[in-house]
C-alpha cells in the first residue's frame, strides 16, 4: 500500500487466519479504510468465533468481518474470493461457489476445468482463493491474485488506475502448505 498509493483497497477474503499477526492486520484496516469481501477462512471464523477467540480480535474487527459482501465491484471489476459461476455470472452464484469454487461444476475432479478457463464474462473477475495456482493473469477477462504469501511466496496486489501488478515477496513461509485442512463454509 505505500509503495502503489491506492486510491482504494479491497482484499479478496481470508483475512485474519492466515498470517502472523491479526491484530497488526486489523490495525491497517482501520487505518487505512481497507475493504474486503469474504473468504472462505472468514465464513470459517465466522460459523465458530470460539475457536478463534485466541486471536485478540476486537469487537468491532469481528463486526467488520461479519458485514463483509460475497462481492464488490471495483473500477468495473467484480472482486469475489473464489470464483463466479461460469455459466450464469454474478446473480447466478451461490454463496458456497463465491467461497471455494476452483473447478466447474465442482472440485471433485481434476477432470472438471477451472472456472476461470471457461469464464465468458460479461463481468471481469478479480480472485484469490487458489495459492497453489499461483498468479493466474487472464486480463482482461480473469485476475487471480493468490500468490501464497503465507507459504513464502510473495502478497500480490492490482492497483486498477494504472492496470498494474504490484508484488512484495514475503519476509518468511509463515504456515507450510500441508499445515491445516481448509475449512468449510
Keep these: ?7 482504494r483497497t479491497v482484499l479478496v477474503g481470508d483475512v485474519f487466519t492466515k498470517g502472523p ?3 497488526g492486520t486489523w490495525r491497517l484496516i482501520e487505518a487505512h479504510g481497507v ?12 460459523a465458530r468465533p470460539a475457536r478463534f477467540a485466541s486471536m485478540d480480535l476486537p469487537p468491532e474487527a469481528w463486526r467488520w468481518l461479519g458485514a463483509l459482501p460475497l462481492m464488490r465491484e471495483v473500477a468495473g471489476w467484480t472482486v469475489v474470493h473464489a470464483g463466479l459461476n461460469p455459466e450464469h455470472g454474478r446473480v447466478g452464484t451461490k454463496r458456497s461457489t ?16 477451472l ?19 499461483g498468479l493466474q493473469d487472464h486480463r482482461p477477462d480473469t485476475l487471480g491474485l493468490d500468490t501464497g504469501c503465507v507459504y513464502g ?26 499445515a491445516l485442512p481448509l475449512p468449510t463454509a
Design 35 to 46: 475493504e474486503a469481501v469474504l473468504g472462505n477462512h472468514d465464513a470459517a471464523m465466522l
Design 115 to 133: 472456472w476461470f478457463r471457461i469464464w465468458s464474462g460479461p463481468e471481469r473477475v478479480i480472485y484469490g482463493h487458489d495459492a497453489i495456482r
Design 21 to 23: 499477526d491479526p491484530l
Design 98 to 113: 463465491a467461497l471455494v469454487v476452483r473447478r466447474w461444476p465442482d472440485d471433485t475432479s481434476e477432470a472438471h476445468p
Design 153 to 178: 511466496g510473495a502478497l500480490t496486489g492490482f492497483l486498477v488506475e494504472e492496470d498494474r501488478l504490484y508484488r512484495v515477496d514475503a519476509a518468511r513461509a509463515y504456515r507450510p502448505v500441508d
Design 1 to 7: 500500500m505505500e509503495r502503489s498509493r491506492p486510491d
